[in-house]
């Protein structure tokens, strides 16, 4: 805002902000010129980069068209589906194959409950039937064999993994542990990374080598458990361990009737120790062991030697600890803290690999763990690879390897392995012990005259993946062809990006240039309408792009690129050129160049020589005559679309950085100067009307003042 002071007719009587408007509407016309130059800057920035887009995309067909994929597709038959199906990669040799006959199918290994004795038993005793879906240790008498239940607490917690070189995550209680004979200590826990399980040792020296991946380690020190490589940031980590005992501690009010264990099944069994103990703000308190209420112990305090004032009781299967003495709570914030053990069993199984190594996995089962929830344990471990199963109509369990085949390579064991311990769950209470194991066989089959064997039914021969259905001694061709239809497709598609490329660019060359509609400015946009106002930008951004030298000169060589032949020793001679497999340009020249098929023509050409076709395409070579059209276009495109960045940049950039950019600052700063000029100009005009009619105004009040004394006389 000027800081002239404006005077605007009021002694002259004239219009003078109009005068001024008229005076500056002609001096604005070399600022309206800028502002429509870089307007036009600005619209011819984004054809370009519009167009930039499709060369891009283009860029990136011809990218996947370097692929051997695309015309190496195959396509499969089998003389009898019945008995082989087979598909093929895309490297598969042409040909034929026959299996004379399968005389044996793989098949996956499996175990069944109760098989060990004769006759078979079933799981469930004399009594109430097992219920899958019950905890176990509240069916203990249910089952023929019983539970061994051992002191400790199952407690699972997770992390989320932090990305560092060495991953290591600190565990609230100290585990159980076992000592093998070469001082190796492992513990009882399972350690899962985004499914990966991992055992626990103290050291892992005495670990094979190529077994150490498979091992974390812990410190009972520190109580941190360590991996050896980096856990990726956010991955989950799952530990479930066991502990001989857990403390927990809380703070009560004055008074407070319960406190809620996070376990259930608290052990009261221990042998020369108390399994369970209660401190409340120092005073320590004890469990009468030696009686009980349907599992429900008094509490007393430990002074309390002749047990004569229980202050509480233990509901032993919840965990719920009731205070009858309100006195042994008597403060506002009650420190209490329970040390306690619960109810746990074990169970181990293990599972051969197919290159002959054992999976090896623990359980821990929680008392409060159901059937359900033991078999969901067992399915859901990736790298045991077997599946558990219990039916309750035959009141047994089954356990099925994974995969099928004859894995373990010894001969001498099963594929599946119960744990060794007499009072391992799987054996003692699933009657697993003793066991027979059947399936676990190879395919056996005779290919082109070999007789050989697979582990599993479906597998892959020179690129070929057959699939056995059915023993048989009637021979089946496997016939591997090219897909023709496949490779046309691929073709095709590329014929239709390269149109849609011509078709964009054509379009922009032809486009009719309105010279007369140049770009609008604030003022003629007030005196139109928003329709006018689109039908005026439309022709005012038309042809922007017409006749362009880069534009032209990229259509002119993909052109030449494309008709040339592809002078390849490895190429025959009949199918050198793309017009020799069907592939033409258009009669209408006004179309730039775009190409057409002959469907029949290019589908023979694939199925008589695919080779020749294929390296017409994508054939590698020192000069461009040796490359395939592939190879040439995507160099040609490739110089076009960055030519292009040069000159109109990509959305990232700013404008310092492209040809384009640099020439709208250019002008934004002639604009900013121009407006700067134009300012001063208007201030200078409204100085010089101010003047005057400040001199105006002094002429009427002298004549005035001189008037009055004629009239006077």
């Not at 990136?60 to 195959?74: D, E, P």
């Not at 040339?564 to 069907?582: M, R």
Request: proline share 1%; aromatic share 8%; no cysteine.
């Amino acid at each position: 805002m000027s800081s002239i002071q404006r005077i605007t007719g009021l002694a002259s009587g004239m219009d003078i902000d109009s005068i001024v408007e008229k005076m500056m509407t002609a001096a604005k016309q070399p600022l309206v010129k800028l502002q429509q130059q870089k307007q036009i800057l600005e619209w011819q920035e984004e054809d370009y980069r519009t167009l930039n887009q499709k060369y891009f995309d283009f860029r990136s067909t011809l990218s996947n068209m370097k692929l051997t994929s695309k015309y190496r597709a195959r396509t499969t038959a089998s003389s009898n589906e019945n008995y082989v199906t087979a598909t093929a990669t895309n490297n598969a040799a042409l040909g034929s194959a026959t299996i004379q006959s399968v005389t044996q199918l793989a098949t996956a290994a499996t175990k069944i409950s109760g098989t060990g004795s004769a006759p078979p038993t079933t799981l469930s005793g004399s009594g109430a039937k097992i219920k899958a879906d019950a905890s176990l240790y509240s069916q203990t008498g249910n089952f023929s064999n019983r539970i061994t239940w051992n002191n400790g607490v199952v407690v699972s917690q997770s992390f989320t993994g932090d990305g560092d070189a060495t991953a290591a995550v600190k565990l609230s209680n100290t585990p159980v542990s076992t000592t093998a004979d070469d001082g190796t200590v492992y513990y009882a826990m399972n350690v899962k990374v985004n499914a990966k399980t991992y055992q626990v040792v103290n050291d892992k020296s005495n670990i094979p080598d190529n077994e150490k991946g498979n091992y974390a380690v812990y410190n009972a020190e520190s109580g941190v458990l360590t991996f050896d490589s980096a856990v990726s940031a956010g991955s989950g980590i799952n530990v479930e361990y066991v502990a001989d005992a857990v403390t927990e501690t809380k703070t009560l009010s004055k008074g407070a009737a319960t406190m809620q264990l996070g376990h259930g099944l608290i052990a009261t069994d221990a042998t020369g120790n108390q399994a369970f103990s209660l401190k409340i703000n120092n005073t320590n308190y004890v469990l009468d062991v030696l009686g009980n209420d349907n599992g429900t112990y008094k509490l007393y305090a430990e002074s309390d030697t002749g047990k004569s004032s229980p202050v509480g009781t233990l509901d032993a299967s919840t965990g719920l600890i009731t205070f009858t003495d309100s006195s042994v709570l008597s403060g506002d914030n009650n420190t209490v803290s329970a040390t306690y053990s619960s109810k746990y069993a074990t169970m181990s199984l293990g599972s051969y690999n197919e290159d002959g190594s054992m999976n090896k996995a623990a359980f821990y089962i929680d008392g409060t763990d159901s059937l359900n929830d033991v078999m969901a344990d067992v399915n859901s471990h990736s790298t045991l690879g077997v599946s558990m199963y219990y039916d309750e109509n035959a009141d047994r369990v089954s356990l099925t390897r994974k995969m099928t085949g004859d894995l373990n390579k010894t001969k001498e064991i099963d594929e599946i392995i119960i744990g060794g311990s007499e009072n391992d769950f799987l054996n003692q209470t699933l009657q697993f012990n003793g066991s027979r194991e059947s399936g676990g066989d190879n395919a056996k089959f005779t290919i082109n005259g070999l007789e050989t064997e697979r582990t599993s039914n479906t597998f892959t021969i020179s690129g070929v993946t057959y699939t056995l259905k059915s023993k048989f001694d009637t021979p089946v061709a496997v016939t591997v062809s090219n897909d023709t239809d496949t490779i046309f497709k691929n073709i095709k598609d590329f014929v239709d990006q390269y149109n849609s490329l011509i078709d964009a660019v054509q379009s922009k060359l032809n486009e009719d240039r309105y010279s007369d509609y140049a770009p609008l400015t604030d003022d003629q946009r007030k005196e139109m309408t928003d329709t006018q106002q689109d039908q005026w930008d439309k022709k005012a951004r038309s042809g922007l792009l017409r006749n362009d030298m880069t534009l032209k000169s990229s259509l002119s060589n993909m052109r030449s690129l494309i008709y040339s032949k592809v002078n390849n020793a490895n190429i025959s001679s009949e199918y050198n050129q793309l017009s020799s497999i069907g592939i033409t340009t258009t009669s209408d020249w006004l179309k730039g160049g775009k190409l057409e098929i002959n469907e029949d023509k290019l589908k023979a050409a694939i199925q008589n020589d695919p080779d020749s076709v294929e390296l017409l395409f994508r054939a590698t070579g020192s000069t461009t005559s040796e490359k395939g059209i592939v190879q040439r276009l995507y160099d040609s495109v490739n110089n076009t679309y960055n030519t292009i960045v040069d000159k109109a940049g990509k959305s990232t950039y700013v404008n310092t950085q492209f040809t384009i950019g640099k020439n709208i600052n250019d002008l934004t700063d002639k604009i900013r100067d121009m407006n700067d000029k134009l300012g001063k100009l208007e201030d200078r005009y409204y100085a010089q009307f101010t003047a005057m009619e400040q001199a105006i105004q002094k002429y009427n009040s002298q004549y005035t003042y001189l008037s009055s004394f004629f009239s006077n006389s």
